[in-house]
């Protein structure tokens, strides 16, 4: 693994240490940082080389993710939760291209 990859899986376990010593199951912090990694895998479809329409919108994508900060971040990250669980179109693009995926490790 390199030393980049090896920092960044340092950080994502001390940031479930913390979480955990906060009340927070593995499970659940797993599930958060998976959709962290969905916010921000799907902004990145959105640049070069891939110049993909966005499957999120804008006001609840990554980005805005980054323009808040303290209690105003969690605020806006429990309400692109709630508004993204409304809008089931943007998690079937998503699980199908993850169904294509699994089936096509599975061959």
Not at 68 to 87: S, T
Request: charged share 25%; glycine share 4%.
């Amino acid at each position: 693994m390199s030393n980049a990859s090896q920092q960044i899986v340092n950080k994502a376990w001390n940031f479930a240490h913390v979480l955990r010593d906060d009340g927070l199951s593995y499970m659940a912090y797993t599930e958060q940082i998976t959709f962290l990694l969905f916010l921000k895998m799907a902004e990145e479809q959105t640049k070069s080389p891939y110049n993909r329409k966005p499957i999120v919108p804008p006001k609840m994508g990554w980005a805005s993710l980054l323009a808040q900060d303290g209690d105003a971040l969690e605020v806006h990250y429990r309400h692109i939760l709630e508004e993204l669980g409304r809008h089931p179109a943007c998690w079937a693009r998503f699980s199908r291209k993850r169904s294509r995926t699994s089936r096509t490790r599975r061959r």
